[in-house]
């Protein structure tokens, strides 16, 4: 069997369709594992029509895997159109290059990207932000913003809040990334989310990158773009856009150096977290001078959307009836009273700070450990991320709550309006649990 030169540009036409597919149908079922196979074999197949004939066998074997990958997602992704697109493009690759539906599948190795050396001395200037500063400039002022747990927010203002934001939210949208997050139900029938799906498109940026979009959800986080690549494309400055996988299906890091810029995605038990270290002028840059802002990193959660946990925890103090437990299949989970969640957060997260209250917050309401690891990993990102070590801990303010404060101050008394608080808290539980 023979494949001519014309093997890559085929496969890399098929990918930017799945590409756009990806992007326009966003809410595809969670159980449809079609990216997966999607990415695996775009990575493994990048660069082949740089290659020549050698590189068929290579080539047909990496097509028969992705046609056993895509067969298996058959029953789950049955009415997705990303799907039939790989279907149809998997029948038409292995007749126009001759590959047997028969023979070995195993995936041949990745290519590696190219050493940060070769991007260094190639790159134009531009596509490095910090060299753009002249010696005698002042350094740009970075910026840090993070969600996880619950979900619990620290904007770039610092300011820390939690929200329920259920469904899809934009987290970040200026001139040069947009990012967006869904959040699921914790527990079925519970007002509990926490993030399951993460989009984030890299827009086109002069001779440096071309548009790339990140996917990421449950059981699914790829150390690859939704086309398969791993840099900013073909572009002159393309390696000062890369992913690397720190820890496979566990955590990975995009490093975008041509705006100063680094994200950080994770997932503990079965959902996302997300931290980025960001220059302030970028934050700040729009192309919608009308909406400049309305995006959560940036302007926090509408009002109307803020949890007041500390009333509460408050109560919860006082309460010694266990919440959060129930049986969700794999997932670690227990029955927690106040105390006990005290405990186990301080195992990871000695300082009583904003991370510590929202570890003990999440066990109260989902009974999963997994968040204890969730706070303290954003906690740990969140240090190496931020410029300002003096900004690490942020604790509860102990005045009234003021607009864009999202730590309230502590109630003067107990009052009837308090405790119908924590009566409507304690019935947000309990429903959750009546959904196991």
Same mark, same amino acid.
């Given at each position: 069997m023979g494949m001519g030169k014309g093997a890559g540009p085929s496969a890399l036409g098929i990918g930017q369709i799945l590409s756009v597919f990806l992007c326009i149908f966003p809410a595809v079922s969670l159980q449809c594992k079609i990216l997966k196979c999607n990415s695996e074999f775009w990575a493994t197949t990048s660069g082949t029509h740089h290659s020549g004939p050698e590189r068929a066998p290579e080539f047909c074997t990496a097509l028969r895997a992705y046609a056993h990958c895509v067969r298996r997602t058959?029953?789950?992704?049955?009415g997705d159109?990303?799907?039939?697109?790989?279907?149809?493009?998997?029948? =038409?690759?292995?007749?126009?290059?001759?590959?047997?539906? &028969?023979? /070995?599948?195993?995936?041949?190795?990745?290519?590696t990207s190219t050493p940060d050396s070769q991007e260094r001395s190639d790159s134009p200037e531009i596509c490095h932000y910090e060299r753009s500063f002249h010696k005698h400039t002042a350094p740009p002022n970075y910026t840090h913003c993070g969600l996880f747990g619950d979900p619990h927010l620290r904007t770039f203002g610092d300011d820390f809040q939690t929200c329920k934001v259920r469904g899809s939210w934009p987290l970040i949208d200026n001139k040069y990334l947009?990012?967006?997050?869904?959040?699921s139900p914790v527990l079925p029938g519970s007002l509990a989310t926490a993030t399951s799906k993460l989009t984030i498109i890299f827009k086109n940026f002069q001779?440096?990158? =071309?548009?790339?979009?990140?996917?990421?959800?449950?059981? &699914?986080? /790829?150390?690859?773009?939704?086309?398969?690549?791993r840099n900013g494309g073909d572009r002159h400055g393309a390696n000062t856009l890369r992913i690397v996988e720190k820890m496979p299906g566990q955590h990975i890091e995009i490093q975008a150096r041509y705006i100063g810029t680094t994200i950080v995605v994770r997932q503990v038990g079965r959902y996302l977290t997300f931290a980025v270290r960001m220059p302030e002028d970028v934050v700040n840059s729009t192309e919608d001078t009308e909406n400049q802002g309305l995006y959560l990193c940036l302007r926090g959660c509408p009002q109307s959307e803020r949890i007041d946990f500390r009333t509460f925890r408050a109560r919860a103090a006082e309460s010694h009836v266990a919440a959060g437990g129930g049986n969700?299949?794999?997932?670690?989970?227990?029955?927690?009273?106040?105390?006990?969640?005290?405990?186990?957060?301080k195992e990871r997260l000695p300082v009583e700070d904003l991370y510590f209250q929202s570890c003990v917050f999440d066990l109260l309401t989902t009974g999963d450990v997994n968040f204890t690891l969730a706070a303290y990993y954003a906690f740990e990102d969140m240090k190496i991320l931020h410029s300002n070590k003096d900004k690490f801990h942020i604790f509860e303010r102990t005045g009234d709550l003021t607009p864009g404060n999202s730590a309230p101050g502590r109630?003067?008394?107990?009052?009837?309006?308090?405790?119908?608080?924590?009566?409507?808290?304690?019935?947000?539980?309990?429903?959750g649990l009546m959904h196991l």
């Open positions: 058959a029953r789950t992704c049955r159109l990303a799907y039939h697109s790989a279907v149809h493009g998997i029948e =038409d690759l292995m007749s126009q290059h001759n590959c047997s539906k &028969e023979g /070995p599948t195993s995936q041949p190795r990745p290519r947009y990012v967006q997050v869904t959040n001779e440096c990158v =071309d548009q790339k979009v990140y996917q990421a959800e449950t059981d &699914e986080l /790829p150390a690859a773009f939704v086309d398969g690549s969700r299949g794999s997932v670690s989970v227990e029955a927690f009273t106040y105390k006990s969640a005290v405990v186990k957060c109630p003067s008394s107990p009052s009837s309006l308090s405790a119908l608080h924590f009566l409507a808290l304690l019935l947000w539980i309990q429903c």
